[in-house]
């Protein structure tokens, strides 16, 4: 009975060998993964913790620091082959007039006073674009035409003056200024005064509506006169256009007014009379055709009546 159950017990032991082998080994594998496991937690807590910590650089919670890049930018020569040191400066030159017209311009948005604060730069910029432009040279110098402006595709340097100049052509602002540019015309100053006083009449009277419409309606009416006229001769610009209707929404929607009833009447007359002379003209078109149709007939009757009469005749 011995003999017969020693292999069967051989090979229990060795299973059981086999066994134990495995489960010592994956205890080990357990133990290295925990290990491996509690370093990696702590080198994410410190992480954390170091990115939790302010950075004293930073000024404000809203804005944050853009992430660094390495820039590479195109090399140029030390000497532009193709640019002279004039024509450099000329650049340098149209740059600062350029910024400083831009700088001019947004402020003089609203209200409105495009023309008369932004002349003296506009016209610096006029003067540099002027010499870049030219394809003989300013006084003695060498043209920057070529170098500047027809150097590349985009001609930045153009688009960049086109702008401005389409911005000064759309607000109307050589009708106010004399010619180059130096000063404000005589119309221009004599309205700007001219409104001046009547905003002044409407802040001192602005607590009484009734009042200011009678005390400052003289002012507002030679305002709207000379308005008028400058729109007449055409020497209007952006600035006395918004200021001009400013006014007029303040004088007839804020406080309310209008002018007299014995100035309206000639406008009514005239209206009048332009809306009854189509009635008119068509009703004496169809007198005259009337007319014409009985001179015409009357000849034919009495053509008639001889033709007749002599027939009668002949007959007897």
């Keep these: 009975m011995g003999s017969p159950?020693?292999?069967?017990?051989?090979?229990?032991?060795?299973?059981?060998?086999?066994?134990?082998?495995?489960k010592s080994v994956a205890v080990l594998l357990g133990i290295v993964l925990n290990c491996i496991a509690v370093v990696a937690s702590e080198g994410s807590v410190s992480d954390l913790k170091q990115e939790e910590t302010p950075s004293?650089?930073?000024?404000?919670?809203?804005?944050?620091?853009?992430?660094?890049s390495l820039s590479l930018n195109l090399l140029s020569f030390p000497e532009d082959v193709e640019m002279s040191d004039y024509c450099h400066?000329?650049?340098?030159?149209?740059?600062?007039?350029?910024?400083?017209?831009?700088?001019?311009?947004?402020?003089?948005?609203?209200?409105?006073?495009?023309?008369?604060?932004?002349?003296?730069s506009f016209r610096s910029l006029v003067d540099t674009y002027a010499n870049i432009s030219s394809d003989q040279g300013v006084a003695g110098n060498e043209s920057c035409r070529d170098s500047l402006i027809r150097s590349d595709r985009l001609m930045l340097v153009y688009m960049l003056y086109s702008s401005l100049d389409n911005i000064w052509t759309k607000s109307d602002c050589d009708n106010c200024l004399t010619e180059g540019l130096h000063s404000l015309t005589?119309?221009?100053l004599n309205f700007i005064a001219l409104h001046n006083q009547t905003i002044s009449c409407f802040e001192l009277n602005r607590q009484n509506h009734s009042e200011?419409?009678?005390?400052?309606?003289?002012?507002?009416?030679?305002?709207?006169?000379l308005y008028s006229r400058m729109e007449k001769n055409h020497t209007l610009c952006i600035d006395i256009e918004d200021a001009m209707n400013v006014t007029r929404r303040m004088w007839s929607k804020v406080f309310s007014c209008?002018?007299?009833?014995?100035?309206?009447?000639?406008?009514?007359?005239?209206?009048?009379?332009?809306?009854?002379l189509p009635i008119i003209f068509y009703l004496s078109s169809f007198l005259h055709s009337e007319q014409k149709k009985r001179k015409l007939i009357h000849p034919k009757r009495a053509q008639s009546q001889s033709s007749l009469m002599n027939i009668q005749d002949k007959q007897s």
């Design 212 to 225: 200011l419409c009678i005390n400052c309606n003289d002012t507002y009416k030679r305002l709207n006169d």
């Design 258 to 276: 209008s002018f007299p009833l014995e100035e309206t009447v000639p406008v009514i007359a005239v209206s009048s009379f332009m809306l009854f």
């Design 89 to 120: 400066q000329l650049l340098q030159i149209f740059g600062e007039r350029y910024v400083s017209a831009v700088t001019c311009l947004v402020p003089a948005a609203r209200p409105v006073l495009v023309c008369q604060k932004c002349y003296p």
């Design 186 to 188: 005589n119309d221009t």
């Design 56 to 68: 004293p650089a930073v000024a404000s919670p809203l804005f944050k620091p853009a992430p660094r």
């Design 5 to 22: 159950g020693y292999p069967l017990n051989q090979e229990r032991g060795f299973f059981l060998l086999k066994m134990l082998s495995l």
